[in-house]
């Protein structure tokens, strides 16, 4: 199973402000994803990272607010940009080879002041 | 569209007991089936899988799942329940009709409590 990685696990950043968040893994993948979970709450999908390419947005998630670069088949970023209050909630990394099973990263917390 | 139904918020169980965590899905192709473990302040932990054969896959900690094909069901079940199974599980599908690269799709979650 892939073992993944983020940085920072957890952060307070005041609004408008803007914070990256690193996602790697220790061996290559196909896909990587990330998603948003309010505390308690399901998973949403905010989008597909492709490698060498624009990632793939879900609905309501636009490249201006969530810029995402995958550089290689290990490692992610996510952007959080000009955050406010509603941007508080724990940032997933998510992996996955194929058809195979998907894994996740610990999670990155965030608040927003 | 695919979508996962998990129509119970908590579940309460007797530590002991027998537990179930229900889960129904909804997709247009052959479904991938996962259930996923979540503790306080930690990340999504893999528990099973089903992906094709036997209808019931067991899992990790004793945990084991059951296809239902005609009730397109897929429930977490476990014989004696456990405090440290205490956490919230997450039910997950995807489909496999296309290239293989379609994402998970979550239910809501069920909060399970086993009392001591």
């Known amino acids: 199973s892939a073992v993944i990685s983020q940085k920072p696990s957890r952060d307070i950043c005041q609004r408008g402000t803007s914070l990256t968040i690193q996602c790697q893994v220790d061996s290559q993948v196909t896909m990587m994803f990330w998603y948003r979970q309010q505390p308690g709450q399901s998973l949403t999908l905010i989008a597909t990272a492709n490698q060498g390419s624009e990632a793939t947005y879900e609905s309501g998630f636009v490249i201006d607010k969530f810029p995402i670069s995958r550089p290689n088949l290990t490692f992610s970023t996510l952007t959080v940009s000009n955050m406010s209050p509603e941007d508080s909630s724990i940032y997933l990394c998510?992996?996955?080879?194929?058809?195979?099973?998907?894994?996740f990263g610990p999670g990155t917390r965030l608040l927003v002041l | 569209a695919q979508s996962v139904a998990q129509p119970e918020d908590q579940v309460n169980v007797a530590e002991g007991n027998p537990l179930t965590v229900k889960c129904t899905y909804s997709v247009s192709g052959n479904p991938y089936l996962f259930w996923y473990v979540q503790y306080p302040n930690r990340g999504l932990q893999f528990l099973l899988k089903?992906?094709?054969?036997?209808?019931l896959v067991k899992g990790s900690y004793g945990f084991e799942a059951e296809f239902n094909k005609s009730q397109t069901s897929f429930h977490l079940k476990k014989p004696s329940a456990l405090v440290s199974d205490s956490a919230l599980y997450f039910c997950?599908?995807?489909?496999?009709?296309?290239?293989?690269?379609?994402?998970?799709?979550f239910g809501k979650g069920t909060r399970l409590s086993v009392i001591a």
């Open positions: 089903y992906i094709t054969g036997d209808n």
């Open positions: 998510s992996s996955r080879t194929g058809k195979e099973t998907q894994y």
């Open positions: 997950a599908v995807r489909v496999t009709w296309n290239s293989g690269n379609t994402p998970l799709v």
